[in-house]
């Protein structure tokens, strides 16, 4: 079965950092690009980061470039976000996603991970 | 960066009517556009892809049409499991951008 386990959510301060995880299983890992994609509460859909499927090339949402950064572990079969200098507005659920977008629909979601940020 | 738009952004619909959201691009997407229906409290799952293409696993009453900058979701016959958010989003160019949701309850 193919799966995306998200997890490292929780609460931070604002100007925190935090480091998301998603664990993949059930396909080739490291023959797709991946992505990150958050909703905050009540709101819609928002792309947030995508990356190649050998880390070669990275791309983000304007709000969040120079504060986060998507890496990948094909050996560990391992996504991760991670988020520097966080804002009140970036409180979300985080999804991880199978594929990097660029003339591919999002297949696949995790669950998502709930991130609050807050004093 | 591409702007998506919805129409309506909610409606209420009774069990077996035919239900159509439309879905507009701010510049030529050709054909790489997608629907996604959520539930609450549930992540997004894809229904349509390439504007047309029926995911493997989906209801044969969703379809979806159109090309360029306008397209359509439709819902020949509403089922109860059918009341949700419908999201389209394009894959043309990044950033890959959502519409923002037209919410289907019940009348």
């Known amino acids: 079965e193919v799966q995306l386990v998200e997890s490292g959510g929780g609460l931070v301060q604002p100007g925190g950092s935090l480091r998301l995880s998603c664990a993949a299983s059930?396909?080739?890992?490291?023959?797709?690009?991946m992505t990150w994609v958050r909703q905050a509460p009540g709101k819609g859909l928002e792309w947030v980061a995508s990356?190649?499927?050998?880390?070669?090339?990275?791309n983000y949402v304007d709000s969040v470039k120079g504060r986060f950064t998507i890496s990948r572990d094909n050996a560990k079969n391992s996504l991760y976000l991670q988020m520097n200098s966080l804002r009140a507005e970036d409180t979300a659920v985080y999804y991880c996603?199978?594929?990097?977008?660029?003339?591919?629909?999002?297949?696949?979601w995790g669950q998502g991970t709930m991130v609050t940020v807050s004093s | 960066d591409i702007q998506m738009t919805q129409s309506p952004s909610s409606l209420s619909a009774s069990v077996g009517d035919r239900v159509t959201i439309t879905c507009r691009a701010s510049?030529?997407?050709?054909?790489?556009l997608n629907w996604y229906q959520q539930k609450p409290g549930k992540a997004p799952k894809l229904l349509i892809y390439?504007?047309?293409s029926l995911q493997s696993g989906v209801p044969s009453r969703f379809s979806g049409s159109g090309s360029g900058t306008d397209f359509t979701l439709t819902i020949s016959s509403l089922q109860p499991e059918d009341f949700a958010t419908y999201y389209c989003q394009q894959s043309y160019s990044g950033p890959f951008t959502f519409g923002p949701g037209t919410k289907v309850d019940i009348k």
């Open positions: 996603v199978r594929g990097s977008g660029y003339r591919y629909p999002f297949y696949i």
């Open positions: 390439a504007a047309s």
């Open positions: 510049q030529s997407i050709t054909s790489f």
């Open positions: 990356i190649k499927q050998d880390g070669s090339e990275k």
């Open positions: 059930g396909f080739t890992f490291s023959t797709y690009g």
